[in-house]
């Protein structure tokens, strides 16, 4: 199993830019396709962002499409998501998440192993 945490959430006005990183141990995540995932208050969790395993190929969800950019370094074991023009809409709890199967999956279900979350709160 892998272990996962977030970091770098907080509170920034609309309009301004957030990195979350998320820091990996006891597996190298080069096994793991990784994403982002957030859940807003009485919302469900959804599906914001997933790369490949060597960072090939990336997947991303409408709204945040050329805001967000999705990233990995194996080497240090970690991944990020840069957030950019950033909307009150985006505030919501964003979690890590890694699974070792070969495909970029798109529900919770697709993964298997998660991060505690961090916080993400954008002002308007």
């Known amino acids: 199993q892998v272990q996962l945490v977030e970091s770098g959430g907080g509170l920034v006005q609309a309009g301004g830019s957030l990195r979350l990183s998320c820091a990996a141990s006891?597996?190298?995540?080069?096994?793991?396709?990784m994403g982002w995932f957030r859940q807003a208050p009485g919302k469900e969790r959804e599906f914001v962002a997933a790369?490949?395993?060597?960072?090939?190929?990336?997947l991303y969800r409408d709204s945040v499409k050329g805001r967000f950019t999705i990233s990995r370094d194996n080497a240090k074991n970690t991944m990020s998501l840069q957030m950019n023009s950033l909307k009150p809409e985006d505030t919501a709890v964003y979690y890590c998440?890694?699974?070792?199967?070969?495909?970029?999956?798109?529900?919770?279900?697709?993964?298997?192993?998660w991060g505690q979350g961090t916080q993400v709160t954008v002002s308007s």
């Open positions: 998440a890694a699974d070792s199967r070969p495909r970029l999956g798109v529900t919770p279900l697709d993964y298997a192993n």
């Open positions: 006891g597996r190298t995540i080069e096994s793991y396709v």
């Open positions: 790369i490949s395993r060597y960072g090939g190929n990336t």
